[in-house]
């Protein structure tokens, strides 16, 4: 279980700069859910995945993961236990090392030491997951993974990233940058993982049918807040109009069309 | 003559081999070298002075290259100063230390004192003579090294490492802290530079605190014409290439040194051509890297990686081809 409490961020405080990124956010995610996240562009989706990933430390607040505070442990700590795909599938993977290389180092979390795990037995395991992208990657083991594209780098993130039984993943547009046709197979792989691995997801979208197709937990985000936190039968009943209805009753502006992608 | 090439050439390429840790593995542009290299060679003349066992002038080389390496990586890390200039800063504090180790002198020399290198020489008499004597030591040495650190890649540790210089981040996700790989590498690299400078001042006879002038120019030139060599995403080829780059460059630097003059050249110009040298790889590289607009393995000082492709679409064949070892 994760909780945020009263949690905030400013960058450059003090300047004219100041920018309140994150506003006394509090959220409590559940083992099992599997929360989807909107919101237009500078309202504080990636920030708070800094947050939670440790990637940056709040001006204010704690994080608790199992009612451990966490707020001033290193991301490097955090990884052990928290999974995170960035939008960018580059950064996933080490491109010039090979396929295998690259899923030996993310086979185990932590301590790195001075024994030769890849074997011809580590090798089959990697093969036999590798077989469930379904992308041919099994083939190539000693194929730079420089030599992949970005839906089959981001495939063998994700997959690496399940294979490693994190308690929490993070998500962030980790669609976004690919074409829709692989940007499609990357996401109906996520779903599948997420099913079958039942994992903790928190995933970070442009695409409002996406986010209410998807997961038990909708949140909307708004210039540092969360403004909108629905969930259960509310969630299953939702549709885009509903949504910029909510949006234009808290906010009393109109949600306009750039900032939330619509695309059906 | 001919064995006078390969013998620099693998003597020299340990230290390369250090460099090509630094600069290739880690994207780290450590310019410690040109101290923890006459410190190894400082060592090893001190010890052997002073009527040690050179076998443990030569692991206490290593072990100064190494903490060489670590101050550098500290100041980087918990300083928060950028890795050119925690390079320059332990490069210049080593001269004056590698002036204390020497016994507050600027050089010291190893004539007529039994060394590792002249123990061996003297063993093999029977057998050959001295000249061959020495470079099969050196092979021998050279090779130890080389199969050594090709098994340390292969390690867990030693693959997570292989990533660090490509992407940290990713490193950062496995829950390993990126600091502590820094620390390992950067020391790892200069572990070795100062073995090679114990073994330079076995061969040459002396250890002087001038000997790493330069060292890290020559390094680099020496990476960047085994890159020429041959491609290979093997880490035992990356090393062999290494050394055949280091064995090239000093098979220039001798023709250089004895044909030069024809074209009214001196040896205190073979500076300026290292450099040229690494400017003309560089453009090379870059020309080959606009044509094909992708490239791994031979690749500008940044370590290899050039600008990330489109994404989503699929790097080209040619690449693919040259980069694909045998399955």
Known sequence: ?264 | MIEGIFVEGLVYGIMVLGVFITFRILSFPDLTVDGSFPLGAAIMAIMLTRGSNPWLALMLALAGGMLAGFVTALIHTKLKVPNLLAGILTMTMLWSINIRVLGNRANLTLVRRSTILSDVVQQLSPYMNSQVATLVFFLVVALVVKVLLDVFFHTDLGLTLGAMGNNEQMVINQGVNPEYMKLIGVGLSNGLVALSGAFVAQFQGFADVNLGQGIIVAGLASVMMGEFILRSNKIAMLTLRVLLGSILYRGLMYLGRYYGYYINLTPSDLRLITGLLIVVSLIVTQVRGERKWSGAGAAPLNGGEAKPGAVGASPDAEEAAVTRGPA
Do not use: C, W
């Open chain 1, 1 to 264: 279980m994760i909780k945020l409490v009263n949690i905030s961020k400013v960058f450059s405080p003090g300047t004219v700069n100041e920018n309140a990124a994150i506003r006394n956010v509090d959220l409590v995610v559940h083992e099992g859910d599997f929360i989807t996240i909107i919101g237009s562009n500078g309202a504080g989706k990636t920030t708070l995945f800094n947050l939670i990933s440790g990637n940056m430390l709040p001006t204010e607040g704690q994080v608790l993961i199992n009612g451990r505070d966490v707020t001033k442990e290193h991301e490097y700590k955090r990884a052990r236990y928290i999974g995170r795909i960035f939008q960018d599938p580059l950064l996933g993977t080490a491109s010039n090392m090979t396929l295998e290389d690259n899923m030996m180092i993310t086979h185990r979390k932590g301590h790195k030491g001075l024994r030769i795990s890849l074997n011809n037995a580590m090798r089959e395991f990697f093969r036999e997951k590798l077989t469930s992208l379904e992308m041919g990657l099994e083939h190539r083991l000693k194929d730079n993974v420089g030599l992949l594209s970005g839906g089959q780098r981001q495939a063998l993130t994700l997959l690496t990233m399940v294979i490693s039984h994190p308690e929490l993943i993070l998500l962030d547009e980790h669609t976004a940058a690919l074409d829709p046709r692989n940007a499609k197979v990357v996401l109906e792989l996520t779903m599948r993982f997420i099913k079958d691995y039942g994992l903790t997801t928190m995933m970070i979208t442009h695409n409002m049918n996406h986010a209410i197709q998807y997961g038990n937990r909708l949140l909307m985000m708004d210039k540092g807040e969360i403004i909108l936190d629905i969930s259960g039968a509310e969630k299953q009943a939702l549709t885009v109009e509903k949504l910029v209805d909510k949006f234009h009753d808290i906010r009393k502006r109109t949600l306009e069309s750039d900032e939330v992608m619509l695309s059906t």
